[in-house]
Nanobody
Framework: QVQLVESGGGLVQAGDSLRLSCAASVRTFSSMGWFRQAPGKEREFVAAISWSGGSTRYADSVKGRFTISRDNAKNTMALQTNSLKPEDTAVYYC???????????WGQGTQVTVSS
């Protein structure tokens, strides 16, 4: 059974940073990524990374502020979130799949709350 577990969420002020982490039970995913869901909103794409780490993509709303990375030796992935804004408040989900554009495994989510 594939398992993805997020950690690192918390309560911060606007302008602060958080480092979100995702631990995977296996190292067989071509791509991994992050999505987020705010209250009353649909889940939206945030960032994705290829197996080698050589390719990344980001939502326009987080470009220049968030950085995705992975350490395959540790079966982990991270999202460094800098210059956080109140609109970044959401539950952040780790995802894994076979491409940079489709994901079929999901973690349980970690809450990020950014105050004004």
């Amino acid at each position: 059974q594939v398992q993805l577990v997020e950690s690192g969420g918390g309560l911060v002020q606007a302008g602060d940073s958080l480092r979100l982490s995702c631990a995977a039970s296996v190292r067989t995913f071509s791509s991994m990524g992050w999505f987020r869901q705010a209250p009353g909103k649909e889940r939206e794409f945030v960032a994705a990374i290829s197996w080698s780490g050589g390719s990344t993509r980001y939502a326009d709303s987080v470009k220049g502020r968030f950085t995705i990375s992975r350490d395959n030796a540790k079966n982990t992935m991270a999202l460094q979130t800098n210059s956080l804004k109140p609109e970044d408040t959401a539950v952040y989900y780790c995802a894994a799949g076979g491409s940079m554009y489709s994901f079929n495994y999901w973690g349980q989510g970690t809450q990020v709350t950014v105050s004004s």
